[in-house]
Nanobody, 119 residues
Framework: QVQLVESGGGLVQPGGSLRLSCVAS????????MNWYRQAPGKERELVAV???????RYAGTVKGRFTISRDNAKNTVFLQMNTLKPEDTAVYYC?????????????WGQGTLVTVSS
């Protein structure tokens, strides 16, 4: 049973940076996709960044060029480096794992970490 725990959120001024971490209790398979989502008050959950099992990355247009997703499989950790933060980045950020185990879908969510961008 894989468990994901996010950390690194907090209060930051506009233009600042934060790095979010997501640590898995078990091994992250190289074939698993790892995602970062966010949800702001009153808005739907938004996919922010994806890193595939092959290491390819893609980003929402609103964060492309400012955010970077990476993974360290040896440490069972995925990161989201967030630079040039804007007030509209304020949200609860969730780590998500999607994979397949014995031909069954595996989806795991972390508890979320709050990022607040404000002066």
């Amino acid at each position: 049973q894989v468990q994901l725990v996010e950390s690194g959120g907090g209060l930051v001024q506009p233009g600042g940076s934060l790095r979010l971490s997501c640590v898995a209790s078990g091994s992250i398979s190289s074939s698993d996709g790892m995602n970062w989502y966010r949800q702001a008050p009153g808005k739907e959950r938004e996919l922010v960044a994806v890193i595939t099992g092959g290491g390819s990355t893609r980003y929402a247009g609103t964060v492309k060029g400012r955010f970077t997703i990476s993974r360290d499989n040896a440490k069972n950790t995925v990161f989201l480096q967030m630079n040039t933060l804007k007030p509209e980045d304020t949200a609860v950020y969730y780590c998500n794992l999607q994979g397949v185990r014995s031909f069954r879908k595996l989806e795991v969510w972390g508890q979320g970490t709050l990022v607040t961008v404000s002066s």
